[in-house]
C-alpha cells in the first residue's frame, strides 16, 4: 500500500488533544524532552494492531494442538505487533471523568497534558524520517475495514500486516476517541514481516526494543497541564514546581466543583 492510500483520517488542526498519565510519567517527558510509543505487543487489548480482530470467530475455531492451532496463531498474531510503536491521545474538546481513572493506579495524581492536533503534528512528523509517523484518528468498524482478511488455510493463519490492522479497533473501544501517532517499522533487516518458524519468532521479539522515545519540546508541544480534579493542593504545588517554564500552564481540573 503506497502512503497516499493508507486510510487516515485526521482532526481539525486546532482540535484539543489529552493525554492522560501518572507523575512519573509526567515528569519523564519533562526531563527527557521525549515522547514515548510504546510496542504494540505491549498494550493491554491482545487485538491491537492486529489482523486477529478482523477473525475472532475464526481464531475460535481453530484446535488447540500446536503448531497448526492457537498457540502458533498466537505467535503469528503477536509477531506482527512487535513492528508497531504508538503514542495515543484522547480526542474531546473537554476533559474525560472516566479516562482520570483508567491512566493512573492513583487517581489522585493523575497529570492531563492538553494540546492541538496541529502542535502534535509540528513536534513529530519528521523526527523519525527513515519509515515516517503517521497521525490519524482510530476507526472503530473493522466489519468495513476494507478487503476481507484471506482465510486460514490448513489451520495456520498466514498473514501480512497491513495498515487496516493498526487503525482499526473493536467498538468496545470507542469510547476511547483515540488519536495515534504510529511509527510503522518496515525497513533494513525488519522490511519483510514474515514468521518463518519458532526460533525465528522468538529471536525477533528478543531484539525488537520495548519503545521508542522521540524528541520533542514540552513547552511548544503542551498548551496546559491539567492536574487530577481529586488532587490536593500540596500536589497540585508538587507539579508546578516540577514544570519550569510550564509552571504557568498547570491548573487542577475544576470538573468536580461546585459554582
Not at 231 to 239: C, K, N
Amino acid at each position: 500500500m503506497r502512503e497516499d492510500e493508507i486510510p487516515i483520517e485526521t482532526p481539525d488542526k486546532n482540535q484539543k488533544l489529552w493525554r492522560y498519565m501518572d507523575f512519573s510519567k509526567y515528569v519523564d517527558l519533562l526531563t527527557t524532552s521525549e515522547l514515548h510509543f510504546g510496542r504494540a505487543d505491549k498494550f493491554e487489548d491482545p487485538y491491537d494492531s492486529s489482523p486477529m480482530q478482523f477473525l475472532v470467530d475464526a481464531y475460535k475455531q481453530l484446535p488447540p494442538v500446536p503448531p497448526e492451532g492457537k498457540e502458533w496463531t498466537r505467535k503469528v498474531n503477536t509477531f506482527g505487533r512487535l513492528f508497531v510503536y504508538l503514542n495515543c491521545w484522547h480526542i474531546s474538546d473537554d476533559p474525560s471523568a472516566a479516562l482520570w481513572k483508567l491512566y493512573s493506579e492513583n487517581k489522585y495524581e493523575t497529570i492531563a497534558i492538553q494540546t492541538i492536533f496541529s502542535k502534535l503534528k509540528s513536534e513529530t512528523e519528521t523526527k523519525w524520517p527513515r519509515d515516517g509517523i503517521v497521525i490519524t484518528k482510530v476507526k472503530y468498524d473493522p466489519e468495513n475495514a476494507g478487503k476481507p482478511i484471506e482465510n486460514i488455510p490448513g489451520g495456520r493463519l498466514f498473514t501480512v500486516l497491513g495498515w487496516e490492522n493498526i487503525i482499526y479497533k473493536r467498538k468496545s473501544f470507542a469510547y476511547e476517541k483515540e488519536l495515534r501517532a504510529i511509527i510503522f517499522q518496515r525497513g533494513d533487516k525488519f522490511k519483510e514481516v514474515t514468521l518463518r518458524n519458532e526460533a525465528h519468532f522468538e529471536k525477533v521479539k528478543r531484539e525488537r526494543p520495548p519503545h521508542i522515545r522521540i524528541e520533542i519540546n514540552p513547552s511548544n508541544l503542551i498548551e496546559r497541564v491539567y492536574v487530577s480534579p481529586l488532587a490536593t493542593d500540596w500536589f497540585v504545588e508538587l507539579v508546578k514546581n516540577v514544570s519550569g517554564e510550564l509552571k504557568d500552564r498547570v491548573l487542577k481540573s475544576d470538573l468536580y466543583e461546585l459554582y
